[in-house]
């Protein structure tokens, strides 16, 4: 990244940030899943399954593992997690686990390959080594799983010590994505997460010395009694450690919707001129490390695949972020696990007793769903340009769509004007240009586009007037 891309990068302030900053949405999933509907069932899903055997729908896959279980509830968590660690409550769930993949391959007959497999969680590696490997094994009785593929797991460095990274590469996963979030004690203490230094430091560096072809840390700023020169320390500490990539998450309080956040104090969160500051500090040092922001803050070194992918115009935005496999039908195993298959989205039940009945009757557990729109899929494909190369050319999306682009998105463009006044987009008659420091409000740019989002405000707004 260029010293004035930099400087671009570093002109974002409070301000900016207060004013178009406050809708946060990472798009893997659009519409969102308040869009689904229930009447979206395992038989809808089932066709659509039918349908892409045929012509364009013959894609490559992806697999999402989830994995709910846990030790104990991080405070900060966004994900379905349940808090359990029992040999039998493990046991049981991965018994149901493998019936669900055996479902899913029996419509999958003659598949197409795999070329991603993700285990996230939950906690992934709260599992043996036999239990992850009876996984794999299923998946290849039942897919066409290619040894060259993409296999990640999310790792909790604080468990392996009795897994070992070795073993893991072992069993065939070559991506690790290790959570960090911050490294005082006195912040862990307030998630509910403690996670040693040296255990980090070390789950890093065996990765590397076992040869993993990618290394992710997942690093959050905005934590409850965080502040510049605490955050400084746990940054420099991960960059000495060298990791392939550095996603740098912002923390979203909303204890509203995530019950285990309502273990933190308000009072204890940073503000904004300290949030902002982090980020600054967070680019600053990343880029002088030599990282490449490619966008929704996930930093790369230079020869990254996903670097490389975004300069040749490959890189792909979907359900599992960036990624270098375009056009792939992603399917979900396990609990609350989101899928796409064509043009829909589905996800499966979120607790354990109606994901066990469903699949004890031999049906599989799809609570609900949605088929896009040719409407959602215009829109998802604007907002994943921008996205993935901070550049939406009109034409692509009437060429694709066969809309007239300034006179369908007539109202967006009128929205897109402030954008262009703060110096976050270029917009001319031709095509709209995410600048450096538009990179770092991408969600709200894509919010523009986001017409659930619109409609979710108008009804806010509407209940307010009456």
């Not at 094994?137 to 296999?151: M, P, R, T, V």
């Not at 979030?181 to 590397?208: G, M």
């Not at 509203?256 to 309502?262: H, L, T, V």
Request: with cysteine; net charge negative; glycine share 6%.
């Amino acid at each position: 990244m260029h010293s004035s891309s930099v400087a671009d990068l570093l002109e974002i302030n409070s301000d900016l940030m207060r004013h178009f900053g406050c809708h946060y949405a990472d798009y893997r999933v659009y519409p969102e899943i308040d869009s689904f509907v229930e009447t979206f069932d395992a038989h809808r899903y089932s066709a659509w399954f039918s349908r892409r055997k045929t012509g364009s729908f013959r894609r490559s896959l992806s697999l999402y593992v989830h994995i709910p279980f846990c030790h104990s509830a991080c405070f900060y968590c966004h994900s379905n997690q349940i808090v359990s660690d029992t040999h039998e409550s493990i046991k049981k769930y991965l018994d149901y686990l493998s019936r669900e993949i055996r479902l899913q391959g029996q419509l999958l007959k003659n598949a197409p390959i795999v070329e991603q497999l993700y285990f996230g969680g939950g906690t992934p590696t709260v599992l043996s080594n036999a239990q992850l490997s009876g996984i794999i094994n299923d998946i290849q009785k039942n897919f066409n799983l290619i040894k060259a593929g993409e296999l990640c797991i999310e790792i909790d460095s604080r468990q392996i010590a009795k897994l070992s990274m070795p073993a893991l590469k072992a069993i065939g996963f070559n991506c690790a994505i290790i959570g960090v979030q911050d490294f005082d004690q006195l912040i862990q203490h307030s998630i509910h997460r403690i996670q040693t230094e040296d255990a980090t430091l070390c789950a890093i560096r065996d990765a590397q010395q076992a040869d993993f072809k990618t290394i992710r840390i997942e690093l959050i700023y905005g934590l409850p009694k965080q502040d510049l020169e605490k955050f400084a320390y746990t940054l420099e500490s991960i960059i000495a450690a060298n990791p392939d990539q550095i996603n740098l998450l912002n923390y979203w309080h909303l204890p509203e919707k995530f019950k285990p956040q309502r273990g933190i104090n308000l009072e204890d969160l940073p503000n904004e001129e300290m949030r902002v500051e982090m980020l600054l500090l967070a680019i600053t040092r990343l880029t002088d490390a030599g990282y490449m922001h490619i966008g929704m803050n996930l930093f790369a070194k230079q020869d990254d695949q996903l670097v490389i992918a975004q300069r040749q115009g490959k890189l792909h935005y979907g359900l599992q972020g960036y990624s270098i496999h375009p056009d792939c039908d992603h399917i979900a195993l396990g609990v609350s696990g989101i899928g796409s298959i064509g043009p829909t989205l589905s996800q499966n039940y979120c607790d354990l007793l109606h994901y066990y009945d469903k699949l004890e009757h031999g049906i599989l557990p799809i609570m609900h769903g949605i088929e896009l729109s040719a409407d959602d899929l215009m829109r998802r494909s604007v907002m994943q340009a921008l996205i993935c190369h901070s550049v939406l050319a009109f034409e692509s999306v009437e060429t694709f769509f066969s809309v007239e682009f300034k006179c369908y998105f007539a109202t967006e463009l009128k929205e897109l004007l402030m954008y262009a006044q703060a110096e976050l987009i270029t917009l001319d008659d031709e095509e709209i240009v995410v600048t450096q420091r538009g990179q770092l409000l991408i969600s709200s740019i894509c919010g523009v586009f986001d017409k659930c989002l619109h409609i979710n405000q108008q009804r806010k707004n509407y209940s307010l007037l009456i």
